[in-house]
């Protein structure tokens, strides 16, 4: 029988196949299968702080592309598993290799410094001996969410969850009557704490099936998070929030790795897409080296008094938009200042965490494979859209994000900065109409067909172009499950002010145009419950309750706050990524006012 060997490692060292394969005590290599599984590089001080979010994704997509087709061809073999990474990523990694494959957990002993599979008990007279936790016998209804506490290298204090999870409705402690970092020296016993789990997760299937959430706390050796992840069905537990530990810092406890139900259901890319992510990525380059950089030349010929100067085709016209031009508007800088000059895009790397990265010091882009993959196949299916100009203006926007001169969005400050949407949202909305009118100007200088049919229709078409290159970041091949208030309010802002244009009588003037941009809309939508996930906080989009829908503006100094007709496809536009059903519901609500 073959054996699957994984090595997964993130802390501190690397874990060779040579030690693998000295653990296994199996000579022959045809029957070994070694696979190099690194899932990042942190010592353990850093625990705490790693972006869980962005290691859980780049995860999904090692396991699809390297291990999924070694299971799925080996589908007798036995998983040998060689863990050293922090709980949530192993329990991530458990639940994704799922209970198809028998496994041996293998831990590196602490002392002997050695994988072993089995090794002595702690102490002569030790006594493994699990406290079971008291399940309820009868169903309990209601909503609210599950507290778990396994602890066997240390009992897991409950006030110390408490500070991250202040009232569940129930909470269940799996715990030894003698915790001890050696506790789970055999395999017999990793399987006992496993099996005192999946009686935790049979009761919440059976018994609590109300309840929304299932929040985990893990003190145990590197191996046991990995079996307890295979016990995992998406299906059936839908949510399971992970938590790292750090005994220096309050709360004790934060949010890792939600594992939820579409992280298991995105599609990998085929060899197909990742050629023609391959080819888009090749011709956005040669735009950026041969059009935009002639562009900005062209830009930084002459002196401007400002950023909409230089984007006006005559100082008449200029002067007609100069009303509207207020602070912050007015200090903008002009794309010459922005680092689009001396960039490049990096053309062998393709998997790119978060869809995309700028580095500094090389003047790179990188492009993921992904995202570039999902941008084609959303644009090619919507004849308004360019995929060229959607090259175009992704690059517009993020440069004014990261130029000095721009938003000073480095990494050091983009890192987390999810949690500040209020601040975000502003930026994102200056960084996209900056980006449309820089647009504007490149196409007045390289495709004047564009402009042909009038600005309302040059600008409407922009706009649908830059919100299907939105969609292209969340778009994983499945219908979502929640969105995040800010990312649901900058597709509202965007969608209102396309309906704005829209409306623009005849085919629209630059004045027009820049008085509706410059005007930054304020919508809200609510009524549906929401989700606090790694401090950032979520719409679920799998209900219906119309009656508590609402949306809110404030317009022309005055508060509007009903619920149009159409309200049900704000929700379902955003659950099927789709911009026409919200674009439905704005209309409804912009004829009421």
Request: charged residues 25%; glycine residues 4%.
């Given at each position: 029988m073959k054996t699957v060997v994984i090595a997964h490692y993130g802390i501190d060292r690397k874990i060779t196949s040579d030690e693998c394969v000295e653990a296994l005590g199996i000579k022959e290599s045809p029957e070994i299968e070694f696979v190099d599984f690194e899932a990042g590089h942190a010592k353990l001080s850093e625990l705490y702080d790693l972006p869980f979010e962005n290691i859980a994704l780049a995860q999904q997509r090692k396991f699809a592309e390297i291990l999924k087709p070694v299971l799925d061809s080996n589908p007798d073999a036995h998983v040998a598993y060689f863990g050293l990474t922090p709980i949530p990523v192993a329990f991530h990694l458990g639940y994704l290799v799922g209970n198809t494959h028998t496994y041996t957990i293998y831990q590196l002993h602490h002392k002997q410094n050695k994988w072993l599979a089995e090794t002595a008990m702690p102490y002569d007279g030790y006594k493994f001996e699990i406290i079971q936790p008291s399940l309820p016998k009868e169903i309990q209804k209601g909503k609210g969410d599950v507290t778990v506490r396994i602890g066997t290298s240390f009992n897991i204090d409950p006030q110390a969850t408490y500070e991250v999870i202040v009232n569940p409705a129930n909470e269940f402690d799996i715990s030894l009557i003698t915790p001890h970092v050696d506790s789970l020296f055999s395999q017999a016993n990793i399987q006992a704490v496993a099996e005192s789990f999946q009686e935790v997760l049979n009761t919440y299937a059976n018994k609590l099936t109300d309840r929304e959430q299932i929040h985990l706390f893990i003190a145990g050796s590197s191996g046991l998070p990995f079996a307890l992840g295979t016990r995992i069905n998406p299906t059936?537990?839908?949510?399971?929030?992970?938590?790292?530990?750090?005994?220096?810092?309050?709360?004790?406890?934060?949010?890792?790795?939600?594992?939820?139900?579409?992280?298991?259901?995105?599609?990998?890319?085929?060899?197909?897409?990742?050629?023609?992510?391959?080819?888009?990525?090749?011709?956005?380059?040669?735009?950026?080296?041969?059009?935009?950089?002639?562009?900005?030349?062209?830009?930084?010929?002459?002196?401007?008094?400002?950023?909409?100067?230089s984007i006006c085709e005559s100082d008449e016209e200029y002067n007609s938009l100069s009303l509207y031009l207020k602070k912050p508007w007015s200090d903008v800088i002009n794309i010459g200042l922005t680092t689009l000059k001396d960039d490049k895009i990096d053309l062998n790397q393709n998997n790119i965490e978060d869809g995309f990265e700028y580095i500094e010091k090389t003047n790179s882009w990188l492009l993921d494979d992904g995202f570039l993959s999902c941008v084609k196949k959303r644009l090619e299916k919507n004849k308004n859209t360019d995929i060229m100009q959607a090259g175009r203006?992704?690059?517009?926007?993020?440069?004014?994000?990261?130029?000095?001169?721009?938003?000073?969005?480095?990494?050091?400050?983009?890192?987390?900065?999810?949690?500040?949407?209020?601040?975000?949202?502003?930026?994102?909305?200056?960084?996209?109409?900056?980006?449309?009118?820089?647009?504007?100007?490149?196409?007045?200088?390289?495709?004047?067909?564009?402009?042909?049919?009038?600005?309302?229709?040059?600008?409407?078409?922009?706009?649908?172009?830059?919100?299907?290159?939105?969609?292209?970041?969340?778009?994983?091949?499945?219908?979502?499950?929640?969105?995040?208030?800010?990312?649901?309010?900058?597709?509202?802002?965007?969608?209102?002010?396309?309906?704005?244009?829209?409306?623009?009588?005849?085919?629209?003037?630059?004045?027009?145009?820049?008085?509706?941009?410059?005007?930054?809309?304020?919508?809200?939508?609510?009524?549906?419950?929401?989700?606090?996930?790694?401090?950032?906080?979520?719409?679920?989009?799998?209900?219906?309750?119309?009656?508590?829908?609402?949306?809110?503006?404030?317009?022309?100094?005055?508060?509007?706050?009903?619920?149009?007709?159409?309200?049900?496809?704000?929700?379902?536009?955003?659950?099927?990524?789709?911009?026409?059903k919200i674009k439905i519901a704005l209309k409804s609500y912009q004829v009421s006012l």
């Open positions: 059936i537990y839908p949510y399971v929030q992970t938590y790292q530990f750090s005994r220096d810092h309050t709360p004790k406890y934060r949010e890792a790795i939600l594992i939820s139900r579409e992280i298991n259901d995105r599609t990998p890319l085929t060899e197909e897409d990742k050629e023609q992510a391959h080819k888009l990525r090749e011709a956005w380059e040669t735009q950026l080296q041969n059009k935009i950089k002639p562009f900005i030349k062209l830009i930084t010929g002459r002196k401007w008094n400002d950023w909409v100067h203006l992704f690059l517009f926007h993020e440069a004014l994000h990261y130029s000095s001169d721009g938003h000073k969005l480095t990494r050091e400050v983009a890192n987390g900065i999810g949690q500040f949407p209020k601040v975000i949202e502003e930026a994102d909305y200056q960084a996209d109409v900056w980006a449309l009118l820089t647009e504007y100007k490149y196409c007045c200088v390289y495709e004047t067909d564009k402009l042909k049919n009038g600005l309302k229709e040059f600008f409407c078409n922009a706009i649908e172009t830059a919100a299907e290159t939105m969609w292209s970041f969340m778009d994983t091949g499945i219908e979502l499950s929640a969105v995040q208030i800010r990312g649901m309010n900058r597709f509202l802002n965007w969608y209102w002010q396309w309906i704005l244009i829209e409306n623009i009588k005849g085919k629209g003037t630059l004045a027009d145009i820049v008085q509706i941009l410059l005007d930054k809309p304020i919508i809200e939508f609510a009524g549906v419950p929401l989700d606090l996930r790694g401090y950032r906080t979520y719409f679920k989009l799998n209900i219906r309750q119309q009656s508590r829908m609402q949306i809110s503006a404030f317009i022309r100094n005055r508060v509007y706050r009903f619920a149009p007709n159409e309200i049900q496809n704000i929700v379902d536009g955003f659950r099927q990524l789709n911009g026409e």
